[in-house]
């Protein structure tokens, strides 16, 4: 009931004093009443939960917004499970189903309240479960860029953020900087207007404010252009990042604040140093066209140019690897049989524990080649860990162990490969709910060499012989390391089913499913998915991370070559009469443009030298949160470069040969 009070959770209908305070009151947000009772008011009306629980509508919420940290349809009231699943009232070992949300005085100090738990667990849990289970606080507004794990928020990396707004920040530096280039590379078609203006009595810096004024009202047009893409491609960001991002610049001031600092970084930062080149020309040198030489302001740009090929050559490689890991995770073989397999929930039917209906109805069929049962399944993120203790030599050891609970045929189903020991089998009365098959990991975390025959106690009546031992199979994504997993056989806690199909008639198995499921359970709705697909969602995240830096690939590529026509356009006004001259005494036209080449494509070379090693850096601490991960191929070092340099002499081909075609008079 006090959620009301920890949370900001607006009641738009009910009292948020007594919404939640007996068994059996349901709380909905205004979405799921509309789905239940359309226009009508829900409150003291009946709604029936799994078929089985009546609760009676005590509240409408008001919009959630998507910032909070739950994502509910429903608040029902926690006394609800007192009869039903007493263990969660009584029992200190089964909270970890629940979150607990602990509201702080303004000067309290979150640390000395954690000291305190041990005791608190010492008294009220035993020694047995103070030792085992430690209880740390986690602050809520830190959540969203953590890795916390068992937790119903959606999380993040910061670090994502950090790239992609150094990259985006990055990518504005780069085009400020082309900008300085294309201004100074055609600072010689506005020289006679400087020099006419300073002949009239222009001082420098009236000229500089001309100048910065240009710059700034080009900022101006492109940052209300910026808006307006914002808006136009806001409702693809959303569905690409699965996320209701907003964009209000009336509403959020801090974003307005955000936009007008950087109008204003931009129009000073591209416009400042033409500025300052242009209006310091006398007028006399300005009349004549005559630049501002100088080698440094030479070597000055194309020191950006190198930066800029660096950032292209940095993401096309991290975009490679990107790639290069998310086949290996979609190809990689996970120990069984995730490509013909379609899991069925039960956990919300009457099948519950009792599947034995369903499962005999469907298993005679000849496109099904295998049924079973199972607490969790790969892929469902459905775990049950707990302590196993052991007994050594040197006395009782403890290991924690991620038990499945399951039918006689999961292994046979799944696929898994039987290295020592036996299969469940029903000929053997002590293989329902006593014996036990190890992964290879658990086996190894035992320090058994041969543990079939051993004994473990997993508490609360689960104890017995370990029967045999399969080889690892992944149970989660390929960020974590394959667990210690213990197999047992107990129907009553059996929530999934799995389907192994024959994959060439999944339309006809699938009808089969939905329509037997509708014949036993009418009331209850079916629902299945896909083994594989359900894997490859676990890689959605990376699949986003790599459209990402291809995209920024691309338009760092686009804004080097945007750089290098506006330094090659310098350089062959700056070389006119040295190209005239040259044609003049026989050079040919190839020669003309290596001359004006060279010089980019050995500051490519550079480029590639400077970029290769911070590129195998950044991916290998990026392969560094995947605890199954590629090795980068050095092959995807020379792609890059070669397809930088292609794209440079292509940049390249179009003003070279037009300097090299212009007649030397």
């Known amino acids: 009931p006090e959620i009301f009070s920890i ?45 089985l629980y009546d609760f009676i509508v005590t509240g409408v919420l008001q919009e959630i917004p998507d910032t909070f940290h739950l994502r509910i349809n429903m608040l029902a009231s926690f006394d609800s499970l007192k009869d039903q699943e007493k263990d969660r009232w009584e029992s200190w070992d089964t909270f970890s189903n629940d979150y607990t949300y602990i509201l702080l005085a303004a000067n309290a100090d979150p640390a000395q309240l954690e000291e305190r738990f041990p005791a608190l667990q010492q008294k009220y849990a035993g020694p047995d479960i103070a030792k085992d289970q430690k209880l740390h606080l986690q602050a809520l507004k830190d959540i969203h860029f953590s890795k916390l794990n068992y937790d119903d928020a959606v999380t993040y990396e910061k670090s994502y953020l950090y790239a992609f707004s150094a990259v985006a920040l990055f990518i504005l530096i780069l085009a400020c900087i082309n900008f300085v280039n294309l201004a100074v590379a055609n600072s010689a ?13 222009a001082g420098r810096t009236q000229l500089m404010m001309q100048f910065l004024t240009e ?31 907003e964009f209000d610049l009336l509403s959020d001031p801090g974003l307005a604040v955000l936009l007008i600092g950087l109008f204003f970084f931009t129009g000073l930062f591209a416009g400042i140093y033409p500025a300052f080149l242009l209006s310091a020309k006398t007028p006399v040198n300005a009349l004549r066209k005559k630049y501002i030489q100088g080698g440094r302001r030479l070597s000055f740009r194309m020191f950006f140019v190198v930066v800029q090929f660096s950032v292209s050559i940095l993401l096309i490689i991290a975009t490679l690897v990107v790639y290069q890991q998310l086949g290996f995770m979609k190809s990689k073989d996970l120990g069984f049989f995730r490509e013909q397999l379609i899991v069925i929930p039960l956990q919300n039917s009457s099948l519950r524990g009792n599947p034995d209906p369903f499962k005999n109805a469907i298993k005679n069929d000849p496109a099904i080649l295998g049924v079973t049962c199972a607490s969790g399944t790969p892929g469902s993120g459905t775990s049950n860990a707990r302590t196993y203790v052991l007994e050594t030599p040197e006395g009782d050891k403890e290991v924690y162990v991620q038990t499945i609970y399951t039918d006689f045929n999961f292994v046979d189903t799944f696929g898994l490969k039987i290295l020592d020991g036996r299969n469940f089998s029903q000929e053997f009365s002590t293989d329902l709910m006593e014996n036990f098959i190890l992964n290879e990991t658990a086996a190894r975390r035992m320090g058994w060499d041969s543990p079939v025959g051993k004994q473990i106690d997993g508490g609360n009546g689960l104890k017995g012989q370990v029967i045999g031992v399969v080889e690892d199979f992944h149970y989660d994504s390929m960020r974590s390391l394959i667990k210690p997993i213990a197999l047992n056989v107990r129907p009553s806690q059996l929530r999934y089913m799995a389907v192994r199909i024959d ?52 338009l760092a590529v686009l804004i080097s070559c945007l750089g290098v026509f506006g330094l090659i356009t310098y350089m062959a006004e700056q070389s006119t009469k040295e190209i005239g001259m040259r044609k003049v005494l026989g050079a040919s036209t190839t020669g003309i443009v ?6 980019f494509i050995r500051w490519v070379v550079v480029a590639n030298l400077i970029a290769w090693p911070l590129a195998w850096f950044a991916m290998h601490k990026w392969l560094e949160g995947f605890a199954y991960r590629v090795s980068i191929n050095p092959i995807y070092f020379p792609i890059a470069g070669m397809i930088t340099l292609a794209i440079t002499l292509a940049t390249l081909l179009r003003k070279s040969l037009k300097a090299a075609f212009t007649s030397p008079v």
Not at 216 to 245: C, D, E, H, K, W
Not at 594 to 599: H, M
């Open 594 to 599: 290596f001359l004006l080449s060279k010089r």
């Open 7 to 51: 949370f900001n959770l607006p009641l738009k209908l009910g009292n948020p004093e007594t919404a939640l305070s007996q068994p059996f009151n349901i709380v909905l947000t205004e979405d799921t009443a509309q789905k239940y009772f359309g226009d009508s008011n829900p409150v003291g009306k009946i709604l029936r939960v799994y078929n």
């Open 503 to 554: 994959p060439e008639k999944a339309s006809d198995v699938l009808n089969l499913l939905e329509n037997t499921w509708k014949s036993i359970v009418p009331q209850y709705p079916f629902e299945y998915f896909f083994m594989n697909e359900q894997f490859s969602r676990y890689y959605r995240f990376e699949k986003r991370i790599g459209e990402l830096f291809f995209l920024f690939s691309l």
């Open 189 to 201: 078609g506005r020289a006679k207007e400087v020099g006419m203006r300073k002949v009239v009595g």
């Open 215 to 245: 710059s700034f009202f080009l900022a101006f047009i492109a940052s209300a252009g910026a808006v307006g893409l914002v808006y136009l491609v806001l409702p693809q960001f959303r569905v690409f990042f699965n996320r209701q991002v």
